[in-house]
């Protein structure tokens, strides 16, 4: 089946529907809008990049885009407060087709970074949480750079409990703490220097899902394959998937490899 917008809207329409919602699809701009009646608030999804994403991915592109709006559908309206809270804001890590804002004109605070991934920054409820957008700070009159210093603090607190295993000669260790914030270490700039340190080969990083962060010591060709394979893996039954490309980590910070057989290809 040949995806287009009217298309990815009907789908996400009907496993989104509900009494206390209505949908408005704009077709030229390719962007589905979905409110909550009760509180008025909504959040708008531009669907060329979830058409991109379901070419690979098909069902669970779906699954991802659902679980994304119901989260932040269910916090909207509610009152939340950043005073007081600081210990509880943390840097999240996001596919690029996650979307950048709640309603129109009403962004959420974000950084760019890699070409796979974004960072928003989120206040944690306990069960869920609530991503920062513009109106929160406006209302509270915090600067975006607090919430970014404080984020990036909190996320160097977290533990980085490792297991390990090795595989043809390749080391590979993972982080699996399931709370909410493993991908969000891969910003824990001192820990993964600190990684670096111990590698004896080159040191790669896949985040294929929010709940993982998979850091390989790659001393053969053979260690790209693996690393890609479990990627893939995780990335396929990740509650919140993010990419399942992975990452060199150098110097210059994080650069996309696109690994093929047993060849290793950098990106341009």
Not at 9 to 24: A, I
Not at 128 to 151: C, F, H, M, S
Not at 199 to 217: F, K, N, S
């Amino acid at each position: 089946m040949k995806m287009d917008g009217k298309k990815m809207k009907d789908l996400l329409q009907k496993r989104l529907q509900s009494d206390y919602r209505t949908f408005t699809f704009d077709s030229k701009k390719d962007v589905l809008r979905i409110e909550n009646t009760t509180t008025g608030k909504g959040i708008s999804i531009e669907l060329p990049g979830i058409i991109a994403k379901w070419e690979t991915m098909k069902d669970k592109a779906i699954d991802e885009v659902v679980y994304y709006v119901e989260e932040a559908l269910n916090v909207m309206g509610a009152e939340h407060t950043l005073a007081g809270s600081e210990k509880h804001i943390y840097p999240v890590i996001r596919s690029t087709s996650f979307p950048l804002e709640a309603v129109e004109g009403n962004r959420f605070l974000y950084d760019e970074h890699t070409a796979e991934t974004r960072v928003f920054y989120a206040l944690d409820l306990g069960n869920t949480y609530r991503l920062i957008d513009g109106e929160l700070l406006a209302k509270e009159n915090w600067d975006p750079e607090q919430i970014r210093q404080i984020a990036r603090f909190n996320v160097r607190s977290l533990p980085t409990p490792l297991k390990s295993d090795t595989v043809a000669g390749n080391t590979f260790y993972f982080l699996n703490t399931n709370d909410g914030y493993d991908a969000s270490r891969i910003l824990n700039e001192a820990w993964l220097r600190e990684m670096k340190g111990k590698m004896e080969g080159t040191m790669a990083i896949a985040i294929p899902h929010q709940d993982v962060i998979i850091i390989a010591d790659v001393e053969n060709d053979t260690g790209y394959d693996v690393l890609a394979q479990m990627a893939m893996s995780f990335f396929a039954s990740g509650h919140v998937p993010i990419t399942a490309l992975s990452f060199l980590y150098e110097d210059e910070g994080l650069e996309p490899i696109f690994i093929l057989g047993k060849n290793k290809k950098r990106s341009e």
